[in-house]
């Protein structure tokens, strides 16, 4: 599998901290790599290969200081951003990509690039970011599944198959067929309402003609993303790979922040395809038609609405928004055969807290979910950040039962 710079193809069984040097081209051996935890202590050393690459293995998630030595570098060869140092945030199941941009070092007498350390302020911005990028990606998920139950009062437990479906499928396209990233990520969505309208037609809406209570079909649902996952780890295996693009970027300046284009993409693309859903279901016929079946399917189906096809397209939409929350989960952190399951618990929260059934709920609950998982890690141990989303839950749903945005006559 061919990475872009700043990549190795290393397939990853745990966490690791991984990376290519290559100055114009050609790879960089023999530069020594210094990786350690929040505490300080050493979290373990590489030094790149011929080949340029490097990886340090980590003992779990958590967020590391990656040093590179520039005593090491060839001579003439510099760190172009003057950013030798970096501090990156590596997620549970992730090989983390690192990206030293090398390049020819400055002509004699020219002032050279000064490297600092991050500021308390600038780690906040920087998490703050990382939260809405992260809560954007979850709430395309969050969406899909609040549609689900606020038609069929269905809570899926598979929905995060969806996800890794599309990742996996956009992975299959991407790597395996050479198709550009962004043509594999289209087809990956379309694959992705195909497979939820395809559950609805054959499983779901089955179940739902033989009137199988929502309890029976909660724990269907479980038996199916058990089943699912264990399809992709069959054929998939139990690694963390990457795209074959876009898999590292040097960030641009954006004020104190250095964001990754990719970044900046995939929050113009959820932001658009959030609101076109949104207001897709209150300012269409087709969304007041849904709206009247999660409301009173009985007298919509009187009022001439064909139930089932509603609903067979909310499954659609939902697979197609799965799918990619998957895509773009996979950019963020890698595809792995259980990362829709690791997130799941998120998506839930997010409907949960932006109030079940929700289009602009499940978006206002995803922000929260996301900026509350990474403020946490201000103060506690990363590997324990969903602990931070879920005491805000608990304590909004203390107060506002129905949720953020939900009405109280959903609850009951």
């Not at 050493?42 to 340029?52: L, M």
């Not at 951003?81 to 070092?105: H, I, Y």
């Not at 969050?142 to 599309?166: K, V």
């Not at 790979?241 to 990719?262: H, S, T």
Request: glycine share 12%; proline share 4%.
């Amino acid at each position: 599998m061919s990475l872009g710079l700043g990549a190795t193809s290393a397939l990853a069984a745990g966490e690791s901290l991984q990376g290519t040097l290559a100055n114009a081209g050609q790879p960089v051996a023999g530069v020594k790599i210094n990786v350690s935890d929040e505490s300080g202590t050493s979290a373990g050393t590489a030094t790149s290969a011929a080949d340029g690459k490097w990886s340090v293995a980590v003992k779990g998630p958590g967020t590391y200081k990656v040093d590179l030595d520039t005593t090491t570098l060839p001579q003439g060869v510099t760190v172009t951003n003057g950013r030798p140092s970096l501090t990156l945030t590596v997620f549970e199941g992730n090989a983390r990509n690192v990206l030293f941009p090398l390049g020819s070092a400055a002509a004699p007498g020219s002032k050279p690039a000064e490297s600092e350390a991050p500021s308390q302020f600038d780690r906040v911005l920087d998490l703050i970011y990382t939260g809405i990028h992260f809560g954007l990606v979850i709430a395309l998920a969050a969406l899909g599944l609040s549609l689900i139950f606020g038609t069929m009062g269905l809570t899926n437990f598979a929905h995060g198959e969806l996800i890794t479906f599309g990742a996996l499928g956009c992975f299959l396209l991407n790597v395996k067929l050479g198709l550009p990233l962004w043509l594999a990520a289209v087809l990956a969505v379309v694959l992705g309402a195909g497979f939820g309208w395809f559950q609805d037609r054959i499983f779901w809406g089955w179940l739902r003609n033989r009137r199988t209570g929502l309890i029976g079909m909660m724990i269907i649902s479980i038996g199916l993303a058990l089943m699912l996952r264990y399809i992709y780890l069959y054929f998939f295996g139990g690694d963390t790979r990457q795209y074959a693009e876009y898999v590292a970027q040097p960030g641009i300046d954006v004020g104190p922040l250095a964001i990754a284009p990719k970044n900046l993409v995939m929050d113009a693309v959820a932001i658009v395809v959030l609101i076109a859903v949104s207001l897709a279901l209150t300012k269409t016929r087709l969304g007041k038609a849904t709206r009247a079946v999660s409301t009173n399917p009985a007298l919509a189906a009187a009022s001439g609405i064909s139930v089932d096809a509603i609903i067979r397209l909310v499954w659609t939409i939902g697979g197609a928004l799965a799918a990619l929350s998957g895509v773009m989960l996979a950019l963020f952190q890698g595809v792995n055969y259980q990362m829709g399951f690791q997130v799941l618990l998120l998506v839930f929260a997010a409907v949960t807290l932006g109030g079940l059934g929700t289009a602009f709920g499940a978006l206002v609950g995803s922000l929260v979910v996301g900026l509350a998982t990474q403020l946490s890690t201000l103060w506690i141990p990363t590997e324990l950040k969903n602990v931070g989303a879920l005491v805000v839950l608990i304590v909004i749903i203390l107060f506002r039962p129905q949720g953020i945005l939900g009405r109280r006559e959903r609850i009951g």
